[in-house]
């Protein structure tokens, strides 16, 4: 046998163990979903065993810190400046005092499982909502200037709710609440200063274990909803109700490829790189049975039916769409249920998601898709992230640089009405030489005039504008994320896009 197939050989053998190793699961236990019988069997890692795997990554994010909380916590959110979780009974608000510490702790008589922030009460100050399916309740905190949180009101669900979001569904400009149910998905509005109500019910089979995630999924400037189903044994996973300001103009459905498992937490964001909302679902079990199906938006507006699926490391759960480089491209992110694991996918120039890198995190048994939260924890810019695990409480990954930032000035207040081609609007800067606008959802970008750390731009508006305003400032290859946006209103403009300038 010559060397060169001796050498081969080796690799191959090599090869062959190594990805055997990865595929056999050191028996821990069972994941919960297999354990309630609604998935086949999976096995999350042995607690006391660190799995093989790669732990490679490009240093995005700082190594995982923990918030000493006596109770385990079952959920966050963050939203500049509120940053918010969940402990046991406590409604906890969170703060940045050279690491996470906890500035509010509220008592509740069930625990609060689902977590949204958003302008609910059009103060312009970020108010947060809370789920509790024990006690069947939606709570309503309103924040104040000096950022507490004031109990407005609790409101009785009938039924026990899961899966909390916070967006302007009705294009009132004013947050709506969007939650499922066990038959239904509901959506609570406060139409003309009235107190918040259940103002629209889709149906929606489900067995629990549901997710939700709010978008615009046909580019026509209005929010959607999609709906999943995250139990196994079933041909239909997702729901997509298109909304045209809160009311329902179709539903869709679109199977999930679960490797035989289930599906497990889906996301909408734009993460090909044309502007364009796309869906994310993670699904699956051990690897290689493991992965994130991408339902792309194609420039039809509908989603596709047949997902691209992208390799992830055993049981990818909760998921999050950020660009947490800031590099101008949206990545995914998953956290691996029992692996020790937050997964990362960069999204590139290209409209391709690399392979993903690995960051090393505590031992935790489930991350139910509310446990996963992106967003600026200690104030620099750089995008953080917030974990809740379900054995030691709040974890917290930092990004390892800053980030640049800019404001929109006041003359383009939330909803602004445009009654003229001519469109100009102005803000400031913050860590940040240049400035980017786009008209067209961020599939294209123009550059805005700088002057030291204040900004300006003006254009006279094509036929038809996305009615949604985006800026973000950039400091060399570093790129604002989220971008800083405010949505629009035509005096005239028709119901489908495009939207017509008369
Ligand atoms: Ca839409
Ligand atoms: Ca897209
Ligand atoms: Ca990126
Ligand atoms: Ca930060």
Not at 206 to 215: C, F, Q, T, Y
Not at 361 to 389: C, F
Not at 435 to 451: E, I, K, M, P
């Amino acid at each position: 046998m010559k060397p060169i197939k001796i050498m081969t050989l080796l690799t191959l053998i090599i090869v062959t163990v190594a990805s055997t190793t990865a595929q056999q699961p050191a028996r821990g236990p069972l994941h919960p979903k297999s354990a309630a019988g609604v998935m086949p069997a999976a096995y999350l890692a042995h607690p006391n065993q660190r799995p093989a795997r790669p732990s490679s990554n490009s240093g995005i994010l700082q190594p995982v810190a923990s918030l000493g909380l006596g109770d385990a916590a079952s959920a966050a959110a963050i939203d500049q400046p509120l940053a918010s979780a969940s402990a046991g009974n406590h409604l906890l608000r969170l703060g940045w005092n050279n690491g996470l510490t906890i500035v509010q702790t509220t008592t509740l008589t069930s625990q609060p499982s689902s977590l949204a922030i958003g302008q609910i009460n059009n103060d312009r100050l970020a108010d947060l909502a809370a789920l509790q399916p024990a006690t069947k309740q939606l709570g309503l905190w309103r924040g104040t200037l000096s950022q507490t949180l004031q109990l407005t009101q609790h409101y009785t669900i009938s039924t026990e709710p899961e899966a909390l979001h916070a967006a302007d569904l009705t294009s009132d400009c004013r947050d709506d609440l969007a939650f499922a149910t066990p038959g239904t998905i509901q959506i609570w509005s406060q139409p003309n200063n009235n107190p918040m109500q259940a103002s629209l019910s889709l149906p929606f089979a489900n067995r629990s274990m549901s997710d939700l995630a709010l978008g615009d999924l046909n580019y026509d400037g209005q929010l959607d909803l999609a709906a999943l189903r995250g139990t196994g044994g079933i041909t239909q996973h997702l729901d997509l109700f298109s909304l045209y300001r809160g009311s329902l103009l179709a539903t869709d459905y679109r199977p999930v490829d679960d490797q035989g498992f289930a599906a497990h937490a889906v996301a909408i964001g734009d993460v090909t790189n044309d502007g364009r909302a796309d869906l994310v679902v993670s699904a699956g079990g051990n690897i290689p049975n493991a992965a994130i199906n991408i339902f792309a938006q194609q420039s039809d507006g509908r989603i596709t039916t047949t997902p691209q699926l992208l390799p992830a490391w055993h049981l990818p759960e909760a998921l999050a769409i950020a660009d947490i480089n800031h590099d101008g491209f949206n990545d995914i992110l998953a956290l691996n249920s029992g692996w020790l694991a937050l997964t990362i996918y960069r999204g590139r120039v290209d409209g391709t998601l690399a392979a993903y890198e690995t960051y090393d995190l505590p031992y935790s048994t489930s991350y139910r898709p509310e446990t996963l939260a992106v967003g600026d924890l200690n104030r620099d810019g750089g995008l953080d992230v917030l974990i809740a695990d379900d054995l030691r409480g709040l974890t917290y990954l930092i990004n390892s640089s800053a980030a640049p930032s800019a404001t929109i000035d006041d003359q383009i207040v939330p909803c602004s009405t445009i009654t003229t081609p001519h469109f100009s609007m102005s803000g400031t800067l913050t860590n940040a030489t240049a400035l980017d606008v786009s008209l067209d959802a961020g599939a294209t970008w123009q550059v805005a005039n700088v002057t030291g750390t204040t900004w300006s731009y003006e254009t006279e508006l094509p036929a038809w504008v996305y009615p949604l305003v985006m800026v973000r400032a950039r400091q060399g290859d570093r790129v604002q994320a989220p971008a800083t946006m405010r949505r629009l209103r035509f005096q005239h403009h028709r119901i489908a896009a495009p939207l017509v300038m008369q």
